[in-house]
C-alpha cells in the first residue's frame, strides 16, 4: 500500500481522540504566524500541554501576510496537523524524537476571511494572542483604517481589539494577553506601542485607548530555539517511508528551548507551560536573561562569524570542530566574557557549556555567512560591552576578545562592486557583506585610501576604530586597544592555509 498525507485518518486511535478532543474545544489563543518557529516552540509547548490534560483550550492560527497563504492552506489539506522532530545533542549524547502536534483547531487567512478573525477575537474563550511576524512586522507604518484586511500586524490588532472593545462594553475583565515572539528587545512593549499609534492615528476613542494600556496585558518575552525548518529531501524520504505518510509541513528542531515571559507565576494557572515541566521562566526580571544570551551566545556568533569566512570556515560547527578556533571561541566566552557580567559564575559556566553543545548539533547546517549579516551593529551590542569592561578599568583587553575585533576589521575590508560590497578571505575568494549601506560606503573609502596610501597597519587600525558612526564613541582613545588589535598579525600579513 502507498503512502498518504498525514491527516487524522493516519493518527493512532489515542491520537485521534486527542486531536477530537482539541478540534472540539474553544479557542482560547489566537497565533498569528504561520511559520516554523512557533510550530517548532510555542505550538509544540501547547502540545505538550494538552497532553497531560492541562490545556483545555485550542488555537485558531492565521498567517500575518498574504504571502503565507500556501502554508494555511497546506495545514487545512492535512487537518491541521504536521510532524516535528527534535533531534542534535542533549547532555552529550544524540538523540531523535518525534512528535504529530494537535494544537489547530482553526486555520484560516485574514486576507480572505477578514469577518471570520474579527468575530473570533469577538469570543468570551479567546485569552492570548502569540505571534512571530519578525522584527519588521511590530514596526509602525503609516496606513488607512478601511473596511478591508488591515496589512500591518499592529495595525491587525488595534482595530481587532476595537471590536473587542466594543463588543463587551469595554469591559475591564475582557482585555486579552499578548504573547510576542519577535526576536526584538522589549518586544511587547513595541507592539503595545505600535498598536496605540495607530489607534490614534484612526481617531479611535480615548477611552478605547485607555482600555488597551490598562486592560491589556502586553508581555514582553525571550525565546530560543533553532529551528530548522524541512529536512533536506534524501532525510525527508527516509522520514515518510519509515512513519508510513508525508507531511509536507514536517519540521525539525534542536532540543535545546527556553521561553522567558516577563509576568507574574500565576499566569501559569492559565497558561500551564511550567506545570507542564517545560523550560518556562516567569519572570520580573526579563532584561538579565536577555543579556547573559546577547552577551554569551550571540556574542560567540559575532565573534566566529568574520574569523572563521576569513579562514574558509562557512558554518558554526565545522568553526567548533577546528583545532584552535573551536577551543579559541570557548575561552573567549567562557573565560573572558563571563568575568564581565553580574551573574553566579556556576550559572554562567552551565549556561555557557549548554550553548556549545547546541553549536556541536550535527544536524544543523547554520551557515556563518548568515550570522555575519549586520555584523557591525551586532559587534557594538554583543561584544563591545565586554571589551568596554576591560579598558573602562584599566586592563588590557584580553588577546581573544582583540582577536574577534580585529577579525570584524578585516572582514569589513571591503570595496563597491556595482550595488554590493565584496571583501577577499585570507585565501583570496571573494564574499559580499551585507550591512548598512552608508557605514559600508565609509569603510571602503577608508580601505582604499589605506591602500593608496601603503598605510600602515596601525594608522589604517586607528582611524578604523576612531569611527564614531560605526562605534558611537572612538575607541581609537582606549589605552592599548589598537596595539592589541595589531597584534593579531596573522590578518593583516595575510592568511595560513587550514
Request: proline residues 4%; glycine residues 8%.
Amino acid at each position: 500500500m502507498g503512502r498518504v498525507n498525514l491527516n487524522r485518518e493516519t493518527l493512532t486511535l489515542e491520537q485521534r481522540e486527542q486531536f477530537e478532543r482539541m478540534a472540539g474545544s474553544p479557542v482560547t489563543v489566537l497565533q498569528i504566524g504561520e511559520g516554523n518557529f512557533l510550530r517548532g516552540f510555542a505550538d509544540w509547548m501547547l502540545h505538550v500541554c494538552r497532553e497531560q490534560g492541562l490545556l483545555q483550550g485550542s488555537v485558531a492560527v492565521t498567517q500575518p501576510r498574504p504571502s503565507g497563504r500556501r502554508k494555511i492552506e497546506q495545514l487545512n489539506e492535512q487537518d491541521r496537523l504536521y510532524t516535528l522532530v527534535v533531534r542534535g545533542i542533549e547532555n552529550g549524547k544524540k538523540v531523535e524524537r518525534r512528535d504529530i502536534v494537535t494544537v489547530f483547531s482553526q486555520a484560516f487567512s485574514p486576507y480572505e476571511e477578514w469577518e471570520r478573525m474579527g468575530e473570533l477575537v469577538e469570543s468570551s474563550e479567546l485569552r492570548f494572542v502569540l505571534s512571530n511576524t519578525t522584527e519588521a512586522g511590530l514596526v509602525y507604518k503609516p496606513e488607512p483604517l478601511t473596511e478591508g484586511p488591515v496589512q500591518s500586524f499592529p495595525g491587525k490588532i488595534a482595530y481587532l481589539l476595537y471590536r473587542r472593545y466594543v463588543a463587551f462594553g469595554g469591559a475591564a475583565d475582557k482585555g486579552l494577553i499578548f504573547l510576542p515572539c519577535e526576536l526584538l528587545e522589549r518586544n511587547g512593549d513595541a507592539l503595545r506601542d505600535a498598536v496605540l499609534r495607530y489607534a490614534a492615528d484612526w481617531g479611535l476613542p480615548d477611552t478605547y485607548l485607555e482600555w488597551v494600556r490598562h486592560c491589556n496585558r502586553f508581555l514582553n518575552t525571550l525565546v530560543d530555539r533553532i529551528v530548522t525548518g524541512f529536512p533536506d529531501e534524501d532525510q525527508a524520504e527516509t522520514w515518510f517511508s519509515t512513519w508510513g505518510y508525508d507531511d509536507a509541513l514536517t519540521t525539525t528542531a534542536e532540543p535545546y528551548y527556553l521561553w522567558v515571559i516577563e509576568g507574574e507565576a500565576g499566569l501559569d494557572d492559565e497558561l500551564p507551560l511550567r506545570k507542564a515541566g517545560l523550560n518556562v521562566v516567569w519572570t520580573n526580571d526579563l532584561a538579565s536573561f536577555q543579556q547573559r544570551k546577547v552577551r554569551m551566545l550571540n556574542a560567540a556568533h559575532t565573534w566566529m562569524a568574520p574569523l572563521g569566512l576569513l579562514h574558509g570556515i562557512g558554518h558554526v560547527r565545522e568553526f567548533m570542530e577546528h583545532p584552535t578556533f573551536g577551543s579559541t571561541v570557548r575561552a573567549a566566552i567562557l573565560e573572558d566574557i563571563t568575568l564581565t557580567l553580574p551573574y553566579p559564575r556556576t550559572e554562567l559556566m552551565d549556561y555557557g557549556n549548554s550553548v556549545f553543545e547546541r553549536f556541536a548539533n550535527p544536524y544543523i547546517e547554520h551557515r556563518l555567512a548568515d550570522i555575519a549579516m549586520n555584523s557591525l551593529s551586532k559587534f557594538r551590542t554583543r561584544l563591545l560591552p565586554a571589551l568596554r569592561h576591560y579598558a573602562s578599568s584599566g586592563r588590557p583587553v584580553p588577546e581573544r576578545l582583540a582577536a574577534g575585533l580585529a577579525g570584524l576589521l578585516r572582514y569589513y575590508r571591503v570595496r563597491r562592486t556595482g550595488d554590493s560590497f565584496e571583501g577577499r578571505d585570507l585565501l583570496g575568494q571573494t564574499y559580499k557583506v551585507k550591512d548598512d549601506s552608508e557605514l559600508l560606503s565609509v569603510l571602503a573609502s577608508l580601505w582604499e585610501q589605506a591602500e593608496l596610501n601603503r598605510e600602515e597597519t596601525a594608522v589604517t587600525v586607528t582611524r578604523l576604530l576612531a569611527l564614531d558612526s560605526v562605534w558611537g564613541e572612538n575607541l581609537a582613545a582606549w589605552h592599548g586597544l589598537v596595539e592589541a588589535v595589531c597584534a593579531i598579525r596573522e590578518l593583516w600579513e595575510g592568511g595560513k592555509k587550514r
